[in-house]
């Protein structure tokens, strides 16, 4: 089942090309990950899954969860966010609000979609249980928690929402490597447990070597080389991303140690045969130049 | 938190006694001898000198200002020259009064400002926001003075819809006498359920209460948008869209919450301007309270009424300072746990 | 580190410890900002986005051009002074007198014009008055910190307490009635502001490493402050003194409408607004003029200050 598929996505801003992705498939249980540097529009395509690019200018088509994200009404748009896609981002307590306890906001986005009382006691309890919190954390507040409690709560509130996708923008790299180790493990669990998609932005191969099943590379704004990981970080066609793999230099070991699971050495429930062929992706070489800032 | 509330509270006290010590320097600084301000023009020289000796002219600056504190902290804050009351009793006489226009405006600047801050902040740079930010400019340029004066001569002298001055109609005093209990006529008709007095009481603060308003509204608006907008860029507020809630939830329901330190803490301090500027809107509208006071002070150059009335909101100002950061405290757990 | 409570000492760039609000009329800074933007790029950059600032920019230099060119540009120049036409005395505004003429039959425009000269004047000194002590308490205070930062900001705090109305108006009881009362009245209430401002931006200058540097080379104290500390922190204070001019005009006006400040014959806004008070009624036009006179110069400095300080925030977020 496809959750996110994208086609000749193009965000501009001011007339610049920010962001193009031209084509992304994620299936349930999947895991793609858009790598790449600073400013090279990886953030910006994870926004526009969710329909939040304020102010600039959306070409192409987006499809989550059977919704065409780019044409939707916002009324549709609110009830897919949340619900069907959430959102985690780089700094766990920057993302949440300093001035309310975690359950409240836990029980507004559960009240927002419609889990009220009892229900969204039990729901939200649950949820904090899936991810190793204890319950208790609900009545504290972001600056009360550590940033590895806070993250993982914030994949509770997707789990809690009952997203099929979450989205997630660094979501280790403000963390300590231990830390990032447990995220990490929460992530691959409901993944093969829930059957949870990942759509992950980062700049950090050692993560994207672990978790994802795709990769794309991204650099200024376009797509440079795309395909399965293990491909994709063992062999890289694209002289940018061995740039990338040569600028982390325990990557090579790293990436040989974690390549059985992460080639799918163990039996994936999401992956059905041709999938992976099915989602290769055709824009691999570089479609356009950025103009000169 | 018991250190900073400590803390906090010393250099309340530090300020205070500074407060103190500026308004006798300031009174000190008077030509003239105070002595014969008091005792008159054509007082003798005995009379000069018992008015000297009651008043302690004679002693050393530094015996005057320790017993300027005395009498100060036991209540005595002088004596009017031209009611001839003490002016701690004329203070308390007229401060609920201006505490009523100025509680009656400032609701009124909440009521107006912190919604016209959403709306701006929504519509950052549309067209709402620049009409939010225009009128909130205006507000805040307004000569409250003349603002009084022309909303006066409109609404009340031409058209006649509201009353011209005063803080209600006295002759009710007659048919139905105010039983008082905290000097604040508009809450003692309300609580003894005075309805004559309390219908033209609110009908007299109309005019008052809108002019006061303009600027705090003005000021609240401006802030409020900003603070918003400030917030609405942070990641929370991202987070709180990316839940599925709508544009106009995230700045009320999420963004409104951390924002509420900056707002509140502005509020405390534009009160204590309202009060200022309430002196103004009082003198044209008659409004019995501190400001009318100041300004009879004024036109008698009555000095120790001046000085009470300095005092009195200098220390209004303090509280109103402290009381944010306690406030502070209580809206943003931030500071709560520091 | 025990201070971190103290407003002044606002970490540069930290969102609001709390915020700066300077007295009536006067906007708000996030204390502590460090603009780094020239301001005469972001000039141009406010005038180009903001139509607001730009026209308070424009209100602002006709005001200016009006009140410089007043003995040439009024009808009737000598009705900015003495002289007194009792026959012509309330007339309504029409082709002899756009504006009318007041009780004692001057020309009411040309009062105005005058006014302006009286207003701009008024603000021009007491913002110099009160950002020369401020800025210098402010800058010694930020570099030297410990007792010295402590002292003085209790100092101010104590100035602080006191609503620039209010002083100003014990002030100018005791003090007599001028122009010059007022300036000194009002300057008295509003150094405390700059001090504030400039005490937490110096105190973040002087953590810089080029302070150090100059420090460990053996350069004096006072060259520091002075060449190096000093020139680093005014942009903020300069925002600020755009933002404040319009309150401190607001202010004064307020006093000589009381009758503390400027008296006859000066032409003054706030003191025309007083003697054509019991008029009103009847002669509209004598107190509606200068009134807006007040109100159009205090909004174009307001909105014109608004604009810079949006465009000088490195945030840029506020506009």
């Given at each position: 089942?496809?959750?996110?598929?994208?086609r000749?996505?193009?965000?501009?801003?001011?007339?610049?090309?920010?962001?193009?992705?031209?084509?992304?498939?994620?299936?349930?249980?999947?895991?793609?990950?858009?790598?790449?540097?600073?400013?090279?529009?990886?953030?910006?395509?994870?926004?526009?899954?969710?329909?939040?690019?304020?102010?600039?200018?959306?070409?192409g088509?987006?499809?989550?969860?059977?919704?065409?994200?780019?044409?939707?009404?916002?009324?549709?748009?609110?009830?897919?966010?949340?619900?069907?896609?959430?959102?985690?981002?780089?700094?766990?307590?920057?993302?949440?609000?300093?001035?309310?306890?975690?359950?409240?906001?836990?029980r507004?986005?559960?009240?927002?979609?419609?889990?009220?009382?009892?229900?969204?006691?039990?729901?939200?309890?649950?949820?904090?249980?899936?991810?190793l919190?204890?319950?208790?954390?609900?009545?504290?507040?972001?600056?009360?928690?550590?940033?590895?409690?806070?993250?993982?709560?914030?994949?509770?509130l997707?789990?809690?929402?009952?997203?099929?996708?979450v989205?997630?923008?660094?979501?280790?790299?403000?963390?300590?490597?231990?830390?990032?180790?447990?995220?990490?493990?929460?992530?691959?669990?409901?993944?093969?447990?829930?059957?949870?998609?990942l759509?992950?932005?980062?700049?950090?191969?050692?993560?994207?070597?672990?978790?994802?099943?795709?990769?794309?590379?991204?650099?200024?704004g376009?797509?440079?080389?795309?395909?399965?990981a293990?491909?994709?970080?063992?062999?890289?066609?694209?002289?940018?991303?061995?740039?990338?793999?040569?600028?982390?230099?325990?990557?090579?070991?790293?990436?040989?140690?974690?390549?059985?699971?992460?080639?799918?050495g163990?039996?994936?429930?999401?992956?059905?045969?041709g999938?992976?062929?099915a989602?290769?992706?055709?824009?691999?070489?570089?479609?356009?130049?950025?103009?000169?800032? | 938190?018991?250190?900073?509330?400590?803390?906090?509270?010393?250099?309340?006290?530090?300020?205070?006694?500074?407060?103190?010590?500026?308004?006798?320097?300031?009174?000190?600084?008077v030509?003239?001898?105070?002595?014969?301000?008091?005792?008159?023009?054509?007082?003798?020289?005995?009379?000069?000198?018992?008015?000297?000796?009651?008043?302690?002219?004679?002693?050393?600056?530094?015996?005057?200002?320790?017993?300027?504190a005395?009498?100060?902290?036991?209540?005595?804050?002088?004596?009017?020259?031209?009611?001839?009351?003490?002016?701690?009793?004329?203070?308390?006489?007229?401060?609920?009064?201006?505490?009523?226009?100025v509680?009656?405006?400032?609701?009124?600047?909440?009521?107006?400002?912190?919604?016209?801050?959403?709306?701006?902040?929504?519509?950052?740079?549309?067209?709402?926001?620049?009409?939010?930010?225009?009128t909130?400019?205006?507000?805040?340029?307004?000569?409250?003075?003349?603002?009084?004066?022309?909303?006066?001569?409109?609404?009340?002298?031409?058209l006649?819809w509201?009353?011209?001055?005063?803080?209600?109609?006295?002759?009710?005093?007659?048919?139905?006498?105010?039983r008082?209990?905290?000097?604040?006529?508009i809450?003692?008709?309300?609580?003894?359920?005075?309805?004559?007095?309390?219908?033209?009481?609110?009908?007299?603060?109309?005019?008052?209460?809108?002019?006061?308003?303009?600027?705090?509204?003005?000021?609240?608006?401006?802030?409020?948008?900003?603070?918003?907008?400030?917030?609405?860029?942070?990641?929370?507020?991202?987070?709180?869209?990316?839940?599925?809630?709508?544009?106009?939830?995230?700045?009320?329901?999420?963004?409104?919450?951390?924002?509420?330190?900056?707002?509140?803490?502005?509020?405390?301090?534009?009160?204590?301007?309202?009060?200022?500027?309430?002196?103004?809107?009082?003198?044209?509208?008659?409004w019995?309270?501190?400001?009318?006071?100041?300004?009879?002070?004024?036109?008698?150059?009555?000095t120790?009424?001046?000085?009470?009335?300095?005092?009195?909101?200098?220390?209004?100002?303090?509280?109103?300072?402290?009381?944010?950061?306690?406030?502070?405290?209580?809206?943003?757990?931030?500071?709560?746990?520091? | 580190?025990?201070?971190?409570?103290d407003?002044?000492?606002?970490?540069?760039?930290?969102?609001?410890?709390?915020?700066?609000?300077?007295?009536?009329?006067?906007?708000?800074?996030?204390?502590?900002?460090?603009?780094r933007?020239?301001?005469?790029r972001?000039?141009a950059?406010?005038?180009?986005?903001?139509?607001l600032?730009t026209?308070?920019?424009?209100?602002?230099a006709?005001?200016?051009?009006?009140?410089?060119l007043?003995?040439w540009?009024?009808?009737?120049?000598?009705?900015?002074?003495?002289?007194?036409?009792?026959?012509?005395?309330?007339?309504?505004?029409?082709?002899?007198?756009w504006?009318?003429?007041?009780?004692?039959?001057?020309?009411?425009?040309?009062?105005?014009?005058?006014?302006?000269?009286?207003?701009?004047?008024?603000?021009?000194?007491?913002?110099?008055?009160?950002?020369?002590?401020?800025?210098?308490?402010?800058?010694?205070?930020?570099?030297?910190?410990?007792?010295?930062?402590?002292?003085?900001?209790r100092?101010?705090?104590?100035?602080?307490?006191?609503?620039?109305?209010?002083?100003?108006?014990?002030?100018?009881?005791?003090?007599?009635?001028?122009?010059?009362?007022?300036?000194?009245?009002?300057?008295?209430t509003?150094?405390?502001?700059?001090?504030?401002?400039?005490?937490?931006?110096?105190?973040?200058?002087?953590?810089?490493?080029?302070?150090?540097?100059?420090?460990?080379?053996?350069?004096?104290?006072?060259?520091?402050?002075?060449?190096?500390?000093?020139?680093?922190?005014?942009?903020?204070v300069?925002v600020q003194?755009?933002?404040?001019?319009?309150?401190?005009?607001?202010?004064?006006a307020?006093?000589?409408?009381l009758?503390?400040?400027?008296?006859?014959?000066?032409?003054?806004?706030?003191?025309?607004?007083?003697q054509?008070?019991?008029?009103?009624?009847?002669?509209?036009?004598?107190?509606?003029?200068?009134?807006?006179?007040?109100?159009?110069?205090?909004?174009?400095?307001?909105?014109?200050?608004?604009?810079?300080?949006?465009?000088?925030?490195?945030?840029?977020?506020?506009?």
């Amino acid at each position: 089942m496809t959750l996110i598929e994208i086609r000749d996505l193009e965000v501009r801003i001011g007339g610049r090309v920010v962001s193009g992705v031209p084509e992304l498939d994620l299936a349930a249980g999947r895991c793609t990950a858009l790598v790449g540097e600073s400013g090279s529009g990886k953030t910006t395509a994870l926004l526009a899954v969710l329909g939040l690019l304020d102010g600039a200018d959306v070409t192409g088509r987006v499809v989550v969860c059977g919704v065409d994200v780019l044409n939707a009404p916002e009324k549709i748009l609110r009830e897919i966010r949340g619900a069907k896609v959430a959102l985690v981002l780089q700094s766990p307590q920057a993302a949440l609000n300093p001035a309310m306890r975690l359950g409240t906001l836990m029980r507004r986005a559960l009240a927002r979609h419609g889990v009220k009382g009892a229900a969204a006691r039990a729901r939200a309890e649950q949820a904090v249980a899936d991810v190793l919190l204890d319950p208790e954390i609900l009545r504290r507040y972001p600056h009360q928690v550590s940033g590895g409690q806070a993250q993982r709560f914030a994949i509770a509130l997707a789990l809690a929402l009952g997203a099929g996708v979450v989205a997630a923008d660094e979501p280790t790299s403000a963390l300590d490597v231990t830390v990032q180790a447990e995220i990490v493990a929460v992530l691959r669990r409901l993944r093969e447990e829930r059957g949870l998609a990942l759509l992950l932005v980062s700049h950090d191969l050692a993560l994207v070597s672990t978790v994802a099943d795709d990769v794309l590379v991204m650099k200024d704004g376009g797509v440079v080389e795309a395909g399965p990981a293990a491909r994709v970080l063992t062999a890289p066609a694209h002289p940018y991303t061995r740039d990338l793999l040569a600028a982390v230099p325990q990557m090579r070991e790293q990436s040989r140690e974690h390549r059985p699971d992460a080639d799918g050495g163990e039996p994936d429930p999401g992956l059905r045969p041709g999938a992976r062929r099915a989602r290769r992706v055709t824009g691999s070489r570089r479609r356009r130049r950025r103009p000169h800032r | 938190m018991p250190r900073y509330l400590t803390r906090r509270l010393g250099q309340a006290v530090l300020v205070v006694a500074g407060v103190v010590g500026l308004t006798f320097a300031v009174m000190r600084l008077v030509p003239g001898d105070p002595a014969v301000a008091f005792a008159g023009p054509r007082a003798t020289e005995a009379e000069l000198a018992a008015a000297r000796a009651r008043f302690g002219l004679d002693d050393p600056l530094w015996t005057q200002l320790w017993n300027y504190a005395r009498d100060l902290a036991r209540g005595d804050w002088g004596v009017s020259l031209h009611t001839k009351q003490p002016v701690a009793q004329d203070l308390a006489l007229a401060f609920p009064a201006s505490l009523e226009l100025v509680g009656a405006a400032m609701i009124v600047a909440v009521a107006a400002g912190v919604p016209l801050g959403v709306l701006a902040a929504r519509f950052k740079a549309g067209l709402p926001d620049f009409s939010v930010r225009l009128t909130s400019m205006l507000a805040v340029s307004l000569p409250v003075f003349w603002l009084a004066l022309v909303v006066q001569t409109v609404f009340a002298g031409n058209l006649g819809w509201f009353p011209v001055a005063g803080e209600y109609d006295n002759s009710l005093d007659v048919t139905s006498p105010l039983r008082v209990y905290t000097n604040i006529t508009i809450v003692d008709a309300l609580i003894t359920g005075n309805w004559p007095i309390f219908t033209s009481t609110l009908w007299h603060l109309v005019l008052p209460a809108l002019v006061v308003a303009a600027y705090p509204a003005g000021v609240i608006a401006q802030m409020t948008r900003a603070a918003l907008i400030e917030e609405s860029g942070q990641d929370h507020a991202r987070l709180a869209r990316a839940l599925g809630f709508g544009r106009i939830a995230v700045l009320t329901r999420f963004a409104l919450r951390p924002a509420a330190g900056p707002v509140l803490s502005l509020i405390a301090l534009v009160f204590a301007y309202a009060i200022v500027n309430g002196f103004l809107v009082e003198a044209v509208f008659n409004w019995p309270g501190v400001g009318r006071y100041a300004a009879d002070a004024i036109r008698s150059l009555d000095t120790p009424a001046i000085a009470g009335v300095t005092l009195l909101v200098a220390l209004l100002y303090v509280a109103a300072n402290l009381a944010v950061d306690l406030l502070q405290g209580l809206v943003d757990p931030r500071v709560r746990g520091r | 580190m025990k201070d971190e409570h103290d407003a002044g000492t606002a970490e540069a760039g930290k969102t609001p410890d709390p915020i700066t609000v300077s007295g009536p009329g006067g906007l708000v800074v996030p204390a502590g900002v460090v603009l780094r933007r020239t301001p005469l790029r972001a000039l141009a950059g406010a005038a180009r986005g903001d139509l607001l600032a730009t026209a308070g920019a424009v209100l602002l230099a006709a005001i200016v051009l009006a009140a410089l060119l007043a003995p040439w540009i009024a009808p009737y120049p000598e009705d900015g002074g003495t002289a007194t036409h009792p026959a012509q005395a309330l007339l309504s505004p029409g082709a002899g007198h756009w504006f009318g003429t007041d009780q004692v039959g001057r020309d009411i425009l040309s009062r105005i014009l005058f006014g302006a000269r009286t207003s701009l004047f008024i603000a021009v000194a007491v913002l110099a008055l009160a950002a020369a002590v401020g800025v210098t308490l402010g800058v010694v205070a930020g570099y030297a910190g410990g007792w010295v930062r402590d002292v003085i900001m209790r100092v101010t705090d104590v100035f602080l307490a006191f609503p620039a109305l209010l002083l100003s108006l014990a002030l100018a009881v005791v003090l007599q009635p001028s122009v010059a009362t007022v300036v000194v009245a009002i300057a008295v209430t509003w150094w405390p502001w700059y001090a504030r401002l400039t005490a937490a931006v110096a105190q973040s200058v002087s953590a810089r490493g080029y302070v150090d540097a100059a420090r460990c080379l053996g350069v004096p104290a006072p060259v520091i402050v002075f060449r190096h500390v000093l020139p680093n922190s005014v942009t903020p204070v300069t925002v600020q003194l755009s933002l404040d001019a319009g309150g401190v005009i607001l202010t004064a006006a307020a006093l000589s409408y009381l009758g503390l400040g400027a008296h006859e014959p000066t032409a003054e806004w706030g003191l025309m607004v007083q003697q054509g008070q019991s008029l009103f009624t009847t002669d509209w036009w004598v107190v509606t003029f200068p009134g807006l006179a007040i109100l159009v110069t205090a909004f174009s400095f307001n909105v014109l200050g608004e604009g810079l300080r949006a465009a000088l925030d490195p945030r840029g977020r506020s506009r």
